[in-house]
């Protein structure tokens, strides 16, 4: 025993006359702009960000400090 049209259509019926049209329209168009902004702010989090300089990871694993260049230049 499941919905045939006629119940849907009925239960549409009701639904339209319980809320009128023009609450349901307004309902509707407030859940489009939560998509719109929902999906808005996915593509913000998507885009790259100011990048970030690049990071030497040479250092010292004693001191923390950077290391020296011990090379002599010629």
């Keep these: 025993m499941?919905?045939?049209t006629t119940h849907l259509l009925l239960l549409l019926l009701v639904v339209v006359l319980l809320f009128?049209?023009?609450k349901i329209s307004t309902l509707m168009?407030?859940?489009a702009k939560g998509i719109k902004s929902f999906k808005?702010?996915?593509q913000e989090d998507d885009?790259?960000?100011t990048p970030e300089s690049p990071r030497s990871l040479e250092?010292?694993?004693r001191t923390?400090?950077?290391r020296r260049d011990t090379t002599k230049s010629g």
């Design 2 to 4: 499941g919905l045939s």
């Design 20 to 22: 009128g049209s023009g």
């Design 29 to 31: 168009g407030d859940v």
């Design 40 to 42: 808005k702010g996915m």
């Design 47 to 49: 885009a790259p960000g």
């Design 59 to 61: 250092h010292d694993a």
């Design 64 to 66: 923390g400090e950077p």
